[in-house]
RNA sequence: GGGCAAUUAGCUCAGCUGGUUAGAGCGCUGCAUUCACAUUGCAGAGGUCGCAGGUUCGAUUCCUGCAUUGCCCACCA
């Protein structure tokens, strides 16, 4: 067998390795070896087609592969799906900014190039991410890739479409959005975000009331005051018209009285805007008020107006204050006043509400033959439907958000993504405000006829990742309409409801909401069984990563400097579910470390095996062997169990640490430093080696499979079996080894007090009748630095925990450090004195723990007793 | 305004259903270097577990309040 390097260099392995599994065809469930009863998968969240992968995409990738890898080598038929969203808003702003530095806008394109020009950017995309998917190790099936935009999943979206429409679950109605005017689009609730602003409040004189808005801009027609029914002040305006004076004129205004105004809120009076405001639009509805547009879809005012028609709202602000003082209509001015701006989550434009034809789906409508509505379907699924979410605690969340759910509007004025599966006919001529049915088709294709024009808009880029756990796997077609739950085919019947769902937290509502949503519905079955949500990785400072603060971590960086199974096991080891990851390259340069002193663990055994090839030991795994060999099966079994249990409990971080532990401070600081002394292990360290790479294999899977390749193994590592443990009893090894452990490190220790070269052997006497110490000799010799034989008088050693004494030929001298451990020891002989003095603790504690107090006391005075 | 989380060693974090003289990694200190690995080994120092009450024989662990930090939801009167 040749050499291996001394040190493990991933990138002469990683792409060569993935290559080889790539080829083998394991990845796709079909071509797994052995039988597979019982499916596993897992769909892969698409990432978006908007350029590269980051940190946040690594963490989710390493995840899944760790569950993944896991129940291929369980033995499970295991599918890891992947995909991407072509994520229409994000993807069609970055080819705009592309085309804006040419000084160009969509519209100078035309929707047909444009989209040509989107979709090229989306395949280059495409292969980027491919790579990057490919560069962190992820056993996706490449045969099953999928794309939001693809023809079947584009069939599914207008299925989708048009089953809800025809349940009346999808309307098309006039209401007040969020628009925003850079995008030129709708938005959806929770697509907005707020930031905090300080911005002037003014108070103006309004009739008989004062008003306080941030927004003068919009208050050109409001012609309604509204004051709580318990005002006092103004009871007697109540019901009342008349002329008020106003920005450009006099209006007319009433007052109605309405609950919803609050009397301590500034002076408990307001009048409503209803096309620019949300509240006030459901007032107006209530109320039967007009809807009057005052700012159009570029964030310009309307005709309305008046002199100021034409101006941006935002801009012509100051002018109409001041208008409205030179009319001394103003009260004051508060400076000071903090709001919540709420701007486009994609590009941070202030979002301008406005009223707008769009399609909305209809959250709080029952459906038709199910007696429930789309949101008590998606709260039941968690409630009782057996979707189990980790951690604990996103339940609440979860269902405080689908509580609050309003209707979901999903029309979208861009034109990258699904078009909006809707015909018009233009003959038929409109009724004013009355949708006229015949005017309309919804379906799956275009209606034979030239009249028939499609619906401009597209889909919210949400409604097709809605269906991505069924249309990837093949729906429409392979599911069976009927009236009960649909007959299921093929990938999805063998695949669907997948496994888990593993993603971050922070699109529980945008993504996992609506694919419960969707799939409760059209499947009539949960798309998952458990959600995994993954923590934030942020920087040592605990601040989000990104471009503006330059404080990002690249995962290909990385990857090149430490491998990507550093990178992986830095994201799995230490994080908490839901718990931000504060991730640097301190850390991953640990786990570097960890992966090679893996490959050096298996360059000594492997040297080992080379060495004595011809005169292999018979001896038998787990049975006889020495003391030490006991106590690493043992060990091993160990492992493997708590291993085994913490993946099955998603307790990732937890599983890691503890191998870690094992293969780092067990199998190399103690074992295998017996080996050298303790002959004929060949065949012991080699199925302990195996037994570890399988182990290993989910979280590192590259070093994992390299180190199997070079011990000469036919078969990929990938495939093989996941260990079970013996549990055979080995009461009392433990014990012993432990016993040996404690020995050696207090010689070490008084050693290391005294300065002794570590290089020197001192001759040593012991005395003891502890069979196992007096049999495991030879390791406190060679492990110590110590010769057995003479007597010696002079530096003692007593430990309490066995009846033995241990001398070594240095000087006595209590150092400082000893009176430091006498005092402590004083103290907690003290203390649990009282504790065992203490008449209520003896009758109310449990006597197992009364008993375990009083051992520990009695040891405490051993160890002074044996100390001074 | 409503809700959720966090607060444990210099740093990053474990610590499950209350009983440990409170743990890990990094960093730090001392010693070692042709021995699988300096991406190493051995040994060590370092914490009144945010604050104040309460429950309990016993609280880092449970409860209440407070403080600080972060996040989510609501809201431009």
Known sequence: MKELPKAYEPQNYEDQIYRSWEESGYFNPDKLPGKRAKAFSIALPPPNVTGKLHLGHASMLSYQDIMIRYHRLKGDKTLWLPGMDHAAIATQNVVEKELKKQGQTRHDLGREKFLAQVNQFAEDSKVIIRNQ?????????????????????????????????????????????????????????????????????????????????????????????????????????????????????????????????????????????????????????????????????NGNLTQLAGEFAGQNALQARAGIVKKLQQKGLVEKIDEEYVHNLSVCYRCGTPIEPLPSKQWFVAVNKKIPGRGKTLKQLAIEAVKKGGIKIIPDRFNKTYFQWMNNLHDWCVSRQIWYGHRIPVWYNQKIKKTKNQENKAEIYVGLEAPKGEEWKQDEDTLDTWFSSGLWTFSTLGWPASASASAGKPAKTGDLKQFHPTSVLETMYDILFFWVARMIIMSCYFMKEIPFKTVYLHAMVKDK?????????????????????????????????????????RLYEEKIAGYRNF???????????????????????????????????????SELDKIIAATTKNIEEFKFSAAGEELYEFTWNKLADWYLEIAKIEENKEEILLAILEKLLILWHPFCPFVTEAIWREMGKKTLLMVQSWPTAKKHKERGVEKDFKLIQEIITAIRNSRSERKVNPKDTLDCSITTANKAVRANLHLIEYLAKVKFGQNISGHKIHLSKADLAIALPLNNNVAAGNEADIANLKNYIKSQEQKLANQQFLSKAPSAVVKAEQEKLLQAKERLGKLK
């Open 541 to 581: 400072e605990g601040r989000k990563m990104s471009k503006s603060l330059g404080n990002g971590i690249d995962p290909l960086a990385m990857i090149n400097k430490f491998g990507a199974d550093a990178l992986r096991l830095s994201m799995i080891i230490g994080a908490t579910p839901g718990t931000d990851l």
């Open 595 to 633: 992966v090679n002193k893996l490959w050096n663990i298996s360059r000594y055994i492997l040297n080992q095996k080379s060495k004595t090839k011809n005169k292999l030991a018979r001896r038998s795994l787990g049975v006889g062997g020495t003391l030490a060999d006991r106590w690493i099966l």
């Open 133 to 297: 998917l490919k560069k962190m190790g992820s056993s996706l099936d490449w045969s099953r890739e999928r794309f939001t935009l693809d023809e079947n999943l584009s069939l599914a979206v207008r299925t989708a479409f048009t089953k809800m429409y025809d349940d009346g679950l999808i309307y098309r109605g006039e209401r007040v959005v969020n628009w925003c005017t850079r995008c030129q689009s709708t938005l959806a609730d929770d697509e907005v975000e707020y930031k905090e602003e300080k911005a002037p409040f003014y108070y103006f004189k309004y009739g008989p009331v004062v008003i306080g808005t941030a927004r003068p801009e919009t208050k050109f027609s409001d012609k309604t005051i509204i004051v709580h029914p318990k005002d006092k002040r103004y009871k007697d305006l109540v019901g009342q018209e008349f002329a008020v004076e106003w920005i450009n004129g006099p209006v007319k205004a009433q007052v109605i009285a309405d609950p919803v105004a609050e009397m301590e809120l500034g002076t408990g009076a307001m009048t409503i805007t209803p096309a620019h405001s949300f509240l006030d639009f459901e007032l107006a509805q209530k109320y039967r008020l007009p809807l009057e547009k005052i700012i159009d879809q």
